[in-house]
């Protein structure tokens, strides 16, 4: 039961408020509704930030980044490949990352749907990004009336696909190509590619691979024997091009089901792509009077067997295998063609999405009418080339790195100058100056005073070989300490022959 003190209370309180309420001076009302208003605002834009926030700190589908370990398994790729495209002769060169859109389209055939097309803007012609580094270069070659170069390209390419990350297909990604244009004796540039091709690889040590080869033109002939219209040869060329990848029963409802081809007709395709061997599959197809009785297959035949003499002679059959269900998509292919596939990361279906599989990590081939058809004068212009997959490398040295748990060396730093005592980074900078003049790849703390525990913790961390320490007692004495940081051990040598021993120094080390 409420008393009547209780009530008495309530009403004068209330009678209070009515009367601050109803007296209150206008300012002060208008005052507290705008900080209500500022607050209500300042929580609305702070929500706004955070949604934001949450939007822009992400990358675009199909792109990464890379930290410093993955960058330096990464270089080191870049540099065993550009050693070798050196090694061949050839010269770099760089083209835009944009080109017109009517160059690129009907050279990809299926594929031309993944091309990334930028908004047009008023009164500018209508750009693409570049979808590989070929078409680029062939623009290159006519417009620079170029007609012979030994050529090798690095950049970024992009394709509008479905990326699966782990398998390294990805939407933004590197091309680095090695191309030969101009006329030559046959097979010989041919046979060139398919080396460095192996070279690479080898070099790169990323497992078991093999380097199937086929030639457009024989496809194209086995095709007309079988009864293929030849408005469908491209089309059914992306079919054959995944048998590497589905089930040829896939593979074959989409022949007869989206491609109009008749069973008996697919079916007599099967009987060829299925095959593959090496020098005694061309002895063999030669003996086929109905395949050799099309021009195509004897001019296709000719150049494998000429090809696989120049690849004896270049002792690399044992990593070649002629393959006659390679098809390599791409429109603009006119002759050989050649793919890499790695043999151990093959894509397991019975497995979860998260697994390491990896195709093709290289292809290429002859493309004898590309540039011809950009140049506005038609020349021909030959060209025959590889590129490498530099991305999907790249990943499975990643893998075998985390497998082998060996702690990569991410900084080039030979020596770490150092300090025993207080005050004395001006001495530390003077001695990293003099260390930067003579060459040597060095770097020091960015405090006044470190400690030198921290100095020499650092070293270890980072896999710096030399530490450089000095004191006090080496600054009066003439003298600079050397410590060799993995073995601890440590040798003190004149200031004047800091050059000629740290160099030996680091030359014992490297040989070890």
């Not at 008023?122 to 062939?138: C, I, M, Q």
């Not at 050649?338 to 290429?364: H, R």
């Not at 050397?482 to 073995?487: E, G, W």
Request: glycine share 4%; charged share 30%; hydrophobic share 35%.
């Amino acid at each position: 039961m409420i008393g009547s003190n209780t009530i008495r209370l309530v009403l004068n309180t209330y009678s209070y408020t009515r009367k601050v309420f109803y007296h209150a001076r206008p300012r002060q009302v208008n005052d507290t509704v705008s900080k209500l208003l500022s607050s209500k605002e300042e929580k609305s834009v702070n929500k706004n930030v955070d949604e934001d926030a949450k939007t822009i700190l992400k990358i675009p589908r199909g792109t990464r980044d890379y930290h410093p370990q993955q960058m330096k398994i990464r270089e080191d790729v870049f540099r065993n490949i550009i050693d070798s495209f050196k090694q061949h002769g050839a010269t770099t060169i760089d083209t835009p990352v944009m080109e017109l859109t009517t160059l690129l389209r009907e050279k990809y055939g299926e594929d031309s749907k993944l091309i990334y097309e930028l908004k047009q803007h008023e009164n500018e012609d209508l750009l693409a990004l570049r979808y590989d580094l070929t078409v680029p270069f062939a623009r290159y070659i006519s417009q620079n009336k170029i007609s012979a170069m030994k050529r090798y390209h690095i950049g970024k390419v992009y394709r509008l696909d479905s990326p699966k990350m782990t398998r390294g297909r990805y939407r933004e990604f590197y091309q680095c190509d090695f191309d030969i244009a101009g006329v030559y004796d046959s097979m010989i540039p041919d046979a060139e590619c398919v080396k460095i091709l192996v070279e690479i690889l080898d070099k790169l040590a990323v497992g078991q691979y093999r380097v199937s080869i086929n030639h457009r033109k024989l496809l194209d002939a086995i095709f007309t024997v079988c009864g293929v219209p030849a408005k469908n040869f491209r089309s059914l060329s992306s079919t054959i091009d995944k048998l590497d990848k589905i089930p040829w029963e896939v593979a074959r409802n989409e022949m007869i089901n989206e491609r109009g081809l008749s069973p008996e007709i697919t079916d007599k395709i099967w009987s060829y792509v299925q095959l593959h061997g090496n020098v005694e599959l061309i002895d063999r197809l030669r003996k086929d009077p109905q395949l050799i009785s099309e021009k195509l297959a004897v001019e296709a035949l000719h150049d494998l067997e000429l090809l696989f003499r120049y690849l004896k002679l270049f002792n690399v059959t044992d990593k070649v295998v002629f393959d006659l269900k390679l098809a390599r998509g791409l429109d603009y292919y006119t002759g050989v063609i050649f793919e890499a596939v790695l043999t151990e990361y093959q894509y397991n279906p019975q497995l979860d999405d998260d697994q390491i599989a990896i195709g093709s990590i290289a292809g290429g081939g002859r493309y004898d009418e590309l540039v011809q058809k950009i140049d506005p004068k038609q020349r021909r212009v030959p060209c025959v080339g590889i590129s490498i997959g530099v991305e999907r490398i790249s990943a499975i040295k990643e893998h075998q790195s985390l497998e082998s748990k060996d702690q990569l060396k991410i900084l080039s730093t030979e020596v770490y100058v150092a300090s025993a005592e207080k005050h004395l980074l001006e001495e530390r900078m003077k001695v990293c100056n003099f260390l930067w003049e003579n060459g040597f790849q060095t770097e020091m703390a960015y405090r006044q005073n470190p400690k030198l525990l921290d100095q020499l913790q650092y070293c270890e961390k980072y896999h710096i070989e030399l530490c450089i320490i000095i004191g006090n007692t080496e600054l009066n004495n003439g003298t600079v300490k050397i410590r060799h940081v993995n073995t601890r051990e440590e040798f003190v040598i004149p200031r004047e022959q800091l050059v000629e021993q740290l160099r030996l120094h680091l030359s014992k080390i490297r040989q070890r």
